[in-house]
């Protein structure tokens, strides 16, 4: 089986996330004229909006989102904090354009069992409510690495984690 380890240092620790926001803006770069060939210029419909949503929620919270944590910001005026708690709520908010396609495509592949439908969408939500579960419940917090720049993290305990 292969496997594969890269050392934590502070180089990889932000070298990394650096070319995998690089690799996505590529894509996106490519796939452009395709985007606006079969949704910007056509009659926009639900699935458009879907697909819309699915495409630049992940451009902005892996690209725009992460990117800006590089930049100086204050631990006195919660500035890192503020920003970590929108960054982490963007990532969040993706799993809802997942969940509505997940539905969507049961349904259709259901021969329009709503239902089925309305199961899949409510278990596709469950990510969602369980990470602002802990955005809410438990809390987050960023603080500055100098080489790194604005990390978050939380304050669940390990007691927490075996709930």
Do not use: H
């Not at 992940?58 to 930049?71: C, D, F, H, N, P």
């Amino acid at each position: 089986m292969f496997s594969c380890f890269i050392a934590r240092t502070p180089w990889t620790d932000s070298s990394v996330p650096c070319g995998l926001q690089a690799l996505l803006a590529y894509e996106y770069v490519i796939t452009l004229d395709q985007e606006v060939r079969f949704i910007w210029l056509r009659k926009k419909s639900g699935a458009a909006l879907l697909f819309l949503a699915v495409r630049y929620l992940g451009l902005l919270s892996l690209v725009v989102l992460t990117a800006g944590s590089y930049a100086p910001m204050s631990d006195q005026v919660l500035s890192c904090s503020t920003y970590v708690k929108v960054q982490v709520g963007i990532q969040f908010a993706q799993y809802l354009p997942w969940a509505a396609f997940s539905g969507l495509r049961a349904l259709a592949l259901s021969q329009m069992n709503w239902t089925l439908a309305a199961i899949i969408f409510i278990l596709a939500c469950g990510p969602f409510a369980i990470n602002f579960w802990v955005l809410g419940g438990v809390g987050m917090y960023g603080y500055n690495i100098p080489v790194i720049g604005c990390y978050g993290g939380n304050y669940e305990t390990i007691l927490d984690t075996w709930m």
